[in-house]
Each structure stands twice: as C-alpha cells, then as structure tokens.
C-alpha cells in the first residue's frame, strides 16, 4: 500500500481503487469546450466600455480640479466666513430689519475665534442697530452703515484684526 506523508510527516494511506468509479468513467480527464467566439466578443466588449467610461469620468474630474485652479489663480483663494445667526432687530415703531450677516475673516483666524462671541455681538447689534431711524436702513448707504455698526460691535465684543470684510447676505427692512 501506498503512503502520502503529509507537511508534518504523519503517513495516510491512499484509498483503494474503486471499480465501480473506473468502469462509469473514463481513464482521460474530459476537455472543456472552448469558448465561444460571440461570448468572447462581448465581454472583451463590455471590459472596454467600463475602461472607457473610467477614464471619461477621471478626465471630468480632472478638468474641474483644473479649472477650480485657474479660478483661484485669478481670484485667490476663497474667502474663510464664520456665518452670524440670522437676527430681527426691532425698529421704532412697527418696523424691524431682518438681517443674515457673514464675516470674512481675517488669514489664520478661525470661525470659532468669532463665533464663540455671536451672542454678545447679537447683543450689542440690537443695541446700535435698534435705536437707529428706519429711514437710515433704507435709504442710499443703508449697506455702508450697517456694515459699520457689525464691524463695531465685533471689533468691541471679540477683538480687532479678526476680519477684514462684512457680506450682508440678506437685509429686510418690514
């Protein structure tokens, strides 16, 4: 009989010959029909296709990191913002301006360096703005005075040299 050992050298024996297994099938192994020549076409194909959609879409992609690098070249680098919360400021009367204020912040300030104090410039703005004439906010120069009065009470409330600009993004006057 017939030993195999195995990797740590313990023999086995080989099973016997079967017979029955013999008869049914036969000594060669059978070959496996060659593809066909359609199938084969499609999937080459198919392969070709995905290829060629990877590289469209790595092309578009590469084209917008481009692109959003020639604006840049031109305008500089956007702007770091740090968002006020948007604010009704009660007016005399029945009048009230609603505002949404963004702050452009000065290089290697971060947002939170404003925004920890968005309470108390709140505060302050309700004071300054509040006791204003309504026919301030809404005359000519309404922008320039209300970006004077934001840039007073944060200089004020968080500190000077934190920003360089004031986007009013939204500024209502009811």
């Not at 024996?13 to 297994?21: C, I, Q, V």
């Not at 309470?119 to 000519?140: H, K, N």
């Amino acid at each position: 009989m017939a030993t195999h050992r195995t990797l740590h050298g313990t023999p086995f024996p080989t099973p016997p010959p079967d017979p029955l297994r013999d008869a049914l099938v036969p000594h060669h192994a059978p070959q496996p029909e060659p593809a066909h020549p359609t199938r084969l076409l499609i999937i080459v194909l198919i392969s070709l296709l995905t290829l060629a959609g990877l590289a469209y879409g790595g092309g578009i992609a590469v084209d917008r990191i481009l692109e959003q690098r020639r604006i840049e070249a031109r305008m500089g680098p956007k702007p770091h913002l740090a968002q006020l919360p948007a604010m009704e400021v009660p007016l005399g009367g029945s009048r009230a301006v609603e505002m949404q204020v963004s702050l452009v912040l000065a290089p290697k300030v971060t947002a939170d360096r404003v925004l920890r104090y968005q309470d108390r410039i709140a505060d302050r703005l309700f004071q300054t703005v509040g006791q204003t004439d309504s026919e301030i906010l809404t005359g000519p120069g309404s922008a320039t005075f209300l970006k004077a009065r934001i840039r007073d009470a944060v200089n004020r409330e968080a500190g000077t040299g934190l920003i360089r600009d004031i986007y009013i993004e939204r500024m209502v006057v009811k």
